[in-house]
């Protein structure tokens, strides 16, 4: 048994107005309080802009409120970015960085996300660092490397378990429906938590949650959850209906 607490993030991207955000973070704040103690925690990171209404809307439950992103930087002349401690004063517990959608969308490099998952830390929140190839990086047989330069390049020096989780997402596995087997999936994990090793120590990486993303749904989610080394799951589409969501995390 592992002694990482799982935990199930859901990441809602550009989804949902105000009403939607309402029902679907308080839908899951009544399944919380209703289950009372529970083996896992639960994350929903909700656009910027959609952050109070489920700070609200989760208030008296145990599920926290992440952003989607965040800026390198602490302030200032930077139009249309949410700085990591307006995140945090806005009642954020957590911040992903450096998303597929955001490598690709926004060009973040791996020097940009390691910058993010800084100020991140350094304001309080836990980085949720996301990694993970293309299609065409595992057809050519470069899971593996992609993947160590991804951590070697994103995490920040001096992470801690306490303040980092990655998140392993194939990007082929994004939103298609498709995903890797459950060997491939540990034995990227398992990597992956050698590569932090190098970089935030043995005991750090020991301790440090590694989610698995891309179509995780409650069909699959309890083999994918069952893995040695996956201590979780970053859903998009499956965490945008109560039922669903919940679903992923009662198979823990
Ligand atoms: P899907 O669960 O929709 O495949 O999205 C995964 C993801 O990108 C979560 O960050």
Redesign the pocket.
């Known amino acids: 048994m592992s002694a990482r607490r799982v935990l199930i993030?859901g990441?809602w991207?550009m989804n949902c107005l105000s009403a939607d955000a309402k029902a679907l973070a308080g839908g899951l704040a009544d399944k919380m309080k209703a289950a009372g103690a529970v083996n896992f925690e639960m994350l929903v990171c909700p656009p910027a802009v959609l952050i109070p209404t489920a700070v609200d809307a989760v208030a008296g439950s145990a599920i926290k409120v992440g952003g989607q992103d965040c800026h390198m930087n602490a302030k200032g002349a930077h139009t249309g970015d949410t700085a990591a401690a307006q995140l945090k004063d806005a009642g954020c517990g957590y911040v992903?960085v450096g998303?597929?959608?955001r490598r690709t969308d926004h060009g973040e490099s791996d020097e940009v996300v390691k910058a993010k998952a800084a100020a991140a830390q350094t304001n309080g929140l836990v980085a949720v660092i996301?990694i993970g190839e293309t299609e065409a990086q595992r057809d050519a047989g470069k899971t593996l490397d992609v993947n160590g330069t991804q951590i070697a390049g994103s995490v920040p020096d001096g992470s801690t378990a306490a303040n980092t989780v990655i998140?392993y997402?194939p990007v082929w596995?994004?939103?298609?429906?498709r995903t890797p087997t459950s060997a491939e999936v540990q034995d990227v994990h398992a990597f992956i938590r050698g590569e932090l090793a190098k970089k935030i120590g043995a005991d750090e990486a020991a301790k440090t949650r590694i989610l698995y993303?891309?179509?995780?749904?409650p069909k699959n989610a309890k083999e994918l959850l069952a893995l040695a080394d996956v201590d979780g799951g970053?859903?998009?589409?499956?965490?945008l209906k109560v039922e669903d969501f919940w679903a992923v995390a009662e198979s823990v």
């Open positions: 993030a990441n991207k992903i998303h597929s959608e996301c998140a997402e596995a994004i939103g298609t429906g993303g891309g179509s995780m749904n970053l859903i998009g589409g499956a965490s």
